[in-house]
């Protein structure tokens, strides 16, 4: 893997790397008016050594692809990252990987590119995804000089949409008490339950969390994938 990295590094023209490249030129124009089942989704999750993606680093990734809005759970990757800094107890003890875990694994400059031929021209789901996209792109832009065009969606804000339809809908449309938190949802949607702060078992989640809501709101006026996404940015609070 180490060789292979080098090769590509070396490899490099105006434009930044291969996979760079061929991930702009593969979203360059992207048709959004498509069918929900049409499209191929990697839902991912990160664990981190700190919520800061200046100095803070991945120390694991995980994802699942979903296809014609089934989770295919043999279509997997995971892998544990190596950092290069100090990894901080607080992370510690909510993630659970000690130093001594990942002292053997792979930097992320040999994780990436494996992880971005796994996602390949599928489009990036997560919860709160904003925060793996931000360490995502800092990685990207730091190791191979540039940053990812894949369209992304963030589950959260489609809970957000999803529970927004429901209010409106209902006798009592102000309901404050709701958690957005990825457990929370799965607990108030009735959907199978995985291992917490798991890079793999939370995106496993945030794919369940995916396809019930794209079914759901597909149901009313979601067919395409523009509509998902206006659904996901007309929520209010990110106005």
Same mark, same amino acid.
Request: some cysteine.
């Given at each position: 893997?180490?060789?292979?990295?080098?090769?590509?590094?070396?490899?490099?023209?105006?434009?930044?790397?291969?996979?760079?490249?061929?991930?702009?030129?593969?979203?360059?124009?992207?048709?959004?008016?498509?069918?929900?089942?049409?499209?191929?989704?990697?839902?991912?999750?990160?664990?981190?050594?700190?919520?800061?993606?200046?100095?803070?680093?991945?120390?694991?990734?995980?994802?699942?692809?979903?296809?014609?809005?089934?989770?295919?759970?043999?279509?997997?990757?995971?892998?544990?990252?190596?950092?290069?800094?100090?990894?901080?107890?607080?992370?510690?003890?909510?993630?659970?990987?000690?130093?001594?875990?990942?002292?053997?694994? $792979? *930097? /992320?400059?040999?994780? #990436?590119? !494996?992880?971005?031929?796994?996602? &390949?021209?599928?489009?990036?789901?997560? +919860?709160?995804?904003?925060?793996?996209?931000?360490?995502?792109?800092?990685?990207?832009?730091?190791?191979?000089?540039?940053?990812?065009?894949?369209?992304?969606?963030?589950?959260?804000?489609?809970?957000?949409?999803?529970?927004?339809?429901?209010?409106?809908?209902?006798?009592?449309?102000?309901? $404050? *008490? /709701?958690?957005?938190? #990825?457990? !929370?949802?799965?607990?108030?949607? &009735?959907?199978?339950?995985?291992?917490? +702060?798991?890079?793999?078992?939370?995106?496993?989640?945030?794919?369940?969390?995916?396809?019930?809501?794209?079914?759901?709101?597909?149901?009313?006026?979601?067919?395409?994938?523009?509509?998902?996404?206006?659904?996901?940015?007309?929520?209010?609070?990110?106005?």
């Amino acid at each position: 893997m180490r060789e292979r990295f080098r090769h590509w590094l070396h490899g490099l023209r105006g434009g930044g790397h291969p996979l760079l490249r061929e991930n702009r030129e593969r979203f360059a124009s992207f048709d959004q008016d498509r069918p929900l089942e049409d499209y191929t989704f990697v839902v991912m999750d990160t664990e981190l050594t700190g919520l800061n993606p200046r100095s803070d680093e991945i120390v694991s990734v995980g994802a699942v692809r979903v296809s014609g809005l089934r989770i295919n759970p043999s279509d997997i990757f995971h892998a544990m990252v190596r950092p290069g800094g100090a990894m901080h107890k607080p992370a510690t003890l909510v993630h659970r990987i000690t130093p001594q875990a990942v002292a053997d694994k $792979p *930097s /992320i400059e040999e994780v #990436l590119p !494996d992880f971005l031929e796994f996602c &390949g021209d599928a489009l990036l789901v997560g +919860h709160h995804v904003g925060l793996d996209m931000a360490f995502l792109n800092r990685t990207t832009q730091r190791h191979l000089g540039g940053t990812l065009h894949t369209p992304c969606i963030d589950t959260m804000r489609l809970a957000q949409a999803w529970e927004q339809e429901c209010w409106e809908n209902s006798f009592d449309p102000f309901q $404050p *008490s /709701i958690s957005y938190n #990825l457990r !929370d949802l799965a607990d108030r949607y &009735g959907l199978p339950r995985f291992r917490e +702060h798991d890079a793999l078992e939370d995106a496993m989640q945030a794919a369940y969390l995916f396809v019930y809501l794209g079914r759901k709101m597909r149901g009313g006026s979601i067919r395409t994938l523009r509509d998902l996404f206006m659904a996901g940015r007309s929520w209010r609070w990110y106005m």
